[in-house]
């Protein structure tokens, strides 16, 4: 029987990875919108999809005792849908989270999950911002689920001056851009991506006056069209600096470089990466997925050899050029996909550590089989996706590893990203 259009009363008991509220009707799991563990709400079901159904809240019945005002003033932008979730509840639910994955889909019955590393103050901390742009320039985020614009003003995770250049654009807007993207290194340096649809760019000079004004330090101004980047003015990149316990290594970011957002959590991630890699000077480090070689940069200082593979090509460059800016002379960045690299070109090669960190897919099958042979003593598994985690360690301990142990981090406050970095030994 169809129960859509049905009123039902729900309690609340967990969140779903797309953020909405999850309790039971008569049986059935009903997945509400803007609901929070601890609520009981009167919905309505929307969609009956037999084995589970979807559904509006309608009366907030109850509260529960994690729900707080949210902060920011924007309620329809999609962006951080755990914005009414006291923070302490959004990090034991992560926790929880990685926790389930893992044993639920992985199958480690007690599997060791070290308290979650949170931030003392989860404000301000995305270094890169991203606006999306309509004709006529109207400026704005993406409100959920949709392509509707709604208001920016009152974000609590962006850099402060990502605002300030958002309202120099709304006064200055430039025919063709669709994004407007704002990064900033810690060194304070700010960088405007101007991106369009191969339309080219008239009238910038203004744009790029307004953004100098709405920026402490702005060092570059980049138009992207497609993989093409000109600069506009100043510098094709900004320096950054990553801080671990082991070393400092600066970087250098591009308009198009992949680089984490939090730079407080991603000292603390690589924090964590080193301390598993084991370190004392002797070992040989395979950096699978590398991106711009940062996290193996960080190690290299404390092993005797590091080896990237990355298959974005301005990725292995931008690599090779953190190397070289850095003195590091034992560390090398090969382009390709890591599961055709490693058993084509590093045949032979030994590894004591494996360190991956793939997209949210996670890791081939066959790169997880090149692994196994290689027979690291340790692989560091940074991941951004619990679920593909758990499956890709699932696979590891059928080829004779052990999961040691796993700590999530909050690299993402308020929103529903989960990263964490786990610990196998053969």
Not at 92 to 101: D, H, L, S, T, Y
Not at 386 to 409: F, N, Q
Request: charged residues 25%; proline residues 4%; contains cysteine.
């Amino acid at each position: 029987m169809d129960r859509t259009g049905e009123q039902v009363t729900i309690g609340i008991t967990d969140i779903s990875t797309q953020g909405e509220g999850i309790g039971k009707a008569d049986g059935l799991a009903v997945f509400a919108a803007d609901a929070l563990p601890g609520d009981r709400v009167l919905a309505e079901i929307t969609e009956d999809k037999g084995r589970f159904a979807k559904a509006r809240v309608l009366e907030l019945l109850e509260r529960s005792p994690d729900r707080v005002a949210a902060d920011c003033p924007s309620v329809q932008c999609g962006g951080c849908a755990l914005r009414c979730l006291r923070y302490e509840a959004q990090l034991q639910w992560k926790e929880n989270f990685v926790r389930g994955a893992l044993q639920r889909i992985g199958g480690f019955d007690d599997p060791k999950v070290q308290p979650i590393r949170g931030m003392e103050h989860p404000y301000d901390y995305r270094n890169k911002v991203e606006f999306a742009v309509e004709k006529g320039g109207r400026i704005g985020y993406y409100a959920a689920g949709s392509h509707t614009l709604c208001d920016y003003h009152g974000c609590r995770i962006a850099f402060p001056e990502a605002i300030a250049m958002a309202d120099a654009f709304a006064a200055h807007p430039v025919k063709g851009v669709k994004q407007m993207i704002f990064r900033r290194g810690s060194s304070g340096q700010t960088m405007a991506v101007l991106a369009s649809d191969k339309q080219k760019l008239t009238h910038v000079e203004e744009l790029i006056y307004a953004l100098d004004d709405a920026a402490e330090d702005l060092r570059s101004v980049v138009w992207v069209d497609g993989a093409k980047s000109t600069v506009l003015a100043g510098m094709p990149i900004i320096e950054d600096t990553i801080t671990t316990i082991l070393s400092t290594i600066k970087v250098e970011v591009g308009a198009q470089s992949f680089y984490q957002v939090n730079p407080a959590q991603t000292s603390v991630l690589y924090s964590l990466a080193q301390q598993y890699a084991g370190l004392t000077g002797s070992e040989s480090v395979l950096d699978l997925y590398c991106g711009a070689g940062s996290i193996g940069l960080s190690m290299a200082g404390s092993c005797r050899r590091v080896i990237g593979v990355e298959a974005v090509k301005p990725a292995v460059i931008a690599a090779n050029r953190n190397a070289v800016i850095n003195g590091i002379v034992n560390a090398e960045f090969l382009c390709g996909k890591a599961e055709e690299v490693v058993p084509q070109k590093l045949q032979g090669v030994k590894a004591d550590v494996v360190v991956l960190d793939p997209p949210r897919a996670g890791c081939k099958p066959e790169l997880l089989d090149t692994v196994a042979q290689i027979a690291p003593k340790r692989i560091v598994y940074v991941s951004c996706n619990p679920a593909t985690l758990a499956r890709d360690l699932k696979i590891l301990a059928e080829k004779g590893y052990r999961l040691k142990e796993c700590t999530p981090v909050d690299m993402f406050p308020f929103t529903l990203g989960i990263e964490s970095v786990s610990l196998l030994t053969r």
